[in-house]
């Protein structure tokens, strides 16, 4: 529906990023140039996502996070540094595909790191699916999944 043009609500259909530069009519975009100077995050739109012909990641390396609070402290400790963070907010919307698509030919890897539970599994197989040997599930190991293991049942639904 959005590459046909018929998605009535461009704006809350979002993710947050830090670390991406864009570029519109083959020139760097100014507003993303002062927040990633910033080394500070920014939420876009399908709105400002489709404004936009081009995405990258100066280092060429991008890790992806499933978790807020995951995010909000891996921005925190490393300020100043540009590395390319995306947040997806506990799903996958479109805004994050959209985004991740844009970005494909401008990155070598990318590294996701979401939760031992059926949607953050889900996550990941949808990115690897979609992206395939581009994308590295981070802290999905075994001793990772031992240091987090919960006596909470799942549902028969999930």
């Known amino acids: 529906m959005y590459r046909a043009g018929i998605i009535d609500d461009e704006v809350s259909n979002y993710t947050i990023v830090s670390g991406l530069l864009a570029y519109k009519d083959g ?3 100014e507003g993303w140039e002062g927040f990633y100077k910033n080394s500070e995050p920014m939420q876009l739109s399908l709105y400002n ?3 936009i012909d081009k995405i990258i990641a100066p280092e060429r390396v991008v890790y992806i996070f499933e978790n807020p609070t995951v995010f909000s ?3 925190e400790r490393t300020k100043g540094k540009k590395i ?3 947040c997806t907010y506990g799903q996958i919307k479109l805004a ?3 985004l991740l698509d844009k970005l494909m030919d401008n990155v070598y890897k990318i590294y996701y790191s979401g939760d031992f539970d059926p949607e953050g599994l889900l996550i990941a197989d949808k990115l690897i699916q979609r992206y395939g040997d581009k994308i590295t599930l981070w802290r999905y190991g075994i001793d990772d999944y031992k240091t987090i293991i919960s006596n909470k049942k799942i549902s028969p639904k999930d």
């Open 27 to 29: 020139k760097l975009h």
């Open 49 to 51: 996502l489709s404004k």
């Open 73 to 75: 402290e891996i921005l």
């Open 84 to 86: 390319a963070l995306i």
């Open 96 to 98: 994050s595909l959209i």
